[in-house]
């Protein structure tokens, strides 16, 4: 694909995705006469159909279109149809593949599930164009065409731009509407973050750390200390307290013996 066509389609997809809330991956509903077309032409269809649109595509296939592959015993089409997603019709009896295209595509004038159309039906594009929102793939010879936006398509995209530009900016009563509404949510409990007026805190990096006290504070090594400073002062008691009682009983004894020298 030229580049100058690349971007082209590129352009066409970023509407329908802003404008058409389309989203990967793409559904692409292809039909019979689409299959046969690229298979005699040897092209390639999913990936064409994802270089095309330049996303991810999931191709899909109706029980109507089926039918019709059957009827023309082509057997390479039929299993290369067989590849894609099969999308219900809810026919019980096969119908024209146009119309069956159209039951499913066209709901109330609108393509609900946002639906990429590959057909080689002439009559059926020509109705999907007056159908805002819906991409149009078909082969010409060995090249895959993404048609450019049709008339409803540009002018419901124009319409939502419009809209966007007066009713957010220029109008005044959204405006107004929109502060009434945030009046009524700050009343009903909302938090609301103010501004905080007066001198602001000091920097905490720039305030000096207190000094701990070390008159208060014991470390456990202290506590141990004088837990065994304790200690040793009693058994120190206890050994001086045997040795006064030891000079005591000598003291006695020489006492008794000169009394009975005298």
Do not use: W
């Not at 389309?22 to 092209?43: G, L, N, S």
């Not at 805190?201 to 004088?226: F, G, M, V």
Request: charged fraction near 35%; glycine fraction near 4%; proline fraction near 4%.
């Amino acid at each position: 694909m030229r580049q100058k066509r690349a971007k082209a389609y590129r352009k066409q997809m970023n509407v329908y995705i802003h404008a058409f809330k389309f989203r990967e991956p793409y559904q692409a509903i292809v039909d019979h006469e689409f299959v046969i077309t690229c298979d005699k032409a040897t092209y390639n269809l999913s990936r064409g159909l994802k270089n095309t649109i330049q996303g991810e595509v999931k191709p899909m296939i109706t029980q109507c279109c089926m039918e019709a592959l059957y009827a023309t015993k082509n057997q390479h089409a039929i299993d290369l149809a067989k590849t894609f997603e099969r999308r219900r019709c809810n026919h019980r009896e096969a119908i024209d593949p146009s119309k069956c295209i159209d039951s499913i595509v066209d709901i109330k004038g609108e393509n609900k599930h946002r639906y990429v159309v590959a057909t080689q039906d002439q009559d059926l594009r020509k109705k999907f164009r007056n159908i805002p929102g819906t991409p149009l793939i078909f082969m010409d010879k060995s090249v895959m065409i993404l048609e450019p936006l049709s008339r409803a398509s540009s002018k419901q995209y124009d319409d939502l731009e419009s809209k966007k530009l007066t009713q957010g900016l220029n109008d005044q009563k959204v405006g107004y509407i929109n502060k009434i509404e945030e009046k009524e949510k700050d009343n009903e409990g909302e938090v609301t973050h103010k501004k905080r007026k007066g001198p602001k805190a000091p920097n905490p990096l720039s305030i000096k750390k207190k000094k701990p006290n070390t008159d208060s504070t014991t470390t456990p090594s202290e506590s141990t200390d004088s837990g065994d400073k304790k200690k040793r002062r009693r058994s120190h008691k206890q050994k001086s307290s045997e040795s006064e009682s030891k000079e005591e009983n000598e003291k006695e004894n020489e006492s008794k013996q000169e009394e009975e020298s005298t």
